[in-house]
Nanobody, 124 residues
Framework: QVQLVESGGGLAQAGGSLRLSCAAS????????LGWFRQAPGKEREFVSAISGSGASPYYTDSVKGRFTISRDNAKNTVYLQMDDLKPEDSARYYCAAKVGPLATAWGPDYIYWGQGTQITVSS
């Protein structure tokens, strides 16, 4: 069992930055791919980014490439999402998730552990 707790959400202006953190506990987190998903009101949950257990090969959805950076610190059992140049369309609840296996994927059902989420609101 892996427990995931997100933090770092809040309000930002367009063009601003926020950094999300997700603290993991319960298992050796280096064995898991960690990802970020988001869901805005009335919309489907969508993939944002994921990173393999070693921290290699970060994977992003096209809409955040060049603006968001995912990283992880396995010693601290934490994954981060640095979000720069925020846009109003980035407003959503952001969820941290974990999956087994070596490959970072964008498919939500691959991820078996989920946090409760943290809200991001970007004003124009």
């Amino acid at each position: 069992q892996v427990q995931l707790v997100e933090s770092g959400g809040g309000l930002a202006q367009a063009g601003g930055s926020l950094r999300l953190s997700c603290a993991a506990s319960g298992r050796t987190i280096s064995k898991y791919v960690l990802g970020w998903f988001r869901q805005a009101p009335g919309k489907e949950r969508e993939f944002v980014s994921a990173i393999s257990g070693s921290g290699a090969s970060p994977y992003y959805t096209d809409s955040v490439k060049g603006r968001f950076t995912i990283s992880r610190d396995n010693a601290k059992n934490t994954v981060y999402l640095q979000m720069d140049d925020l846009k109003p369309e980035d407003s959503a609840r952001y969820y941290c998730a974990a999956k087994v296996g070596p490959l970072a994927t964008a498919w939500g059902p691959d991820y078996i552990y989920w946090g409760q989420g943290t809200q991001i609101t970007v004003s124009s």
